[in-house]
């Protein structure tokens, strides 16, 4: 059973950072994307960023410039540093991966349980 575990997060006034680390619960064969997710009070689900096997990153437009997403293969957790916060940003942050934990099993989408951001002064 793989369970993502996010750390990070909380109350920061505008215009100051927050920094979000996830890490898988177990040993991963492969994780082709990692990312974050967003979602606000009375929206959907929205992408933040995500960051490829080999490095490639994408980001949302409200985002880009602000946030870096990161991550750390060998220790299979992905990283959001985030700066310049905005009241807009005020959502739950949901780590993401998509991966196969062995060989045997198949590539699955694995979500964290969701952390509070809050901007406000």
């Known amino acids: 059973q793989v369970q993502l575990v996010e750390s990070g997060g909380g109350l920061v006034q505008p215009g100051g950072s927050l920094r979000f680390s996830c890490a898988s619960s177990?040993?991963?064969?492969?994780?082709?994307?990692m990312g974050w997710y967003r979602q606000a009070p009375g929206k959907q689900r929205e992408l933040v960023a995500t960051?490829?096997?080999?490095?490639?990153?994408n980001y949302a437009d409200p985002v880009k410039g602000r946030f870096t997403i990161s991550r750390d293969n060998v220790k299979n957790t992905v990283y959001l540093q985030m700066n310049s916060l905005k009241p807009e940003d005020t959502a739950v942050y949901y780590c993401?991966?998509?991966?196969?934990?062995?060989?045997?099993?198949?590539?699955?989408?694995?979500w964290g349980q969701g952390t509070q951001v809050t901007v406000s002064s």
């Open positions: 993401y991966m998509n991966g196969r934990p062995t060989a045997w099993q198949p590539t699955t989408d694995y």
């Open positions: 177990r040993s991963m064969l492969v994780i082709n994307v």
């Open positions: 960051v490829t096997s080999s490095g490639s990153t």
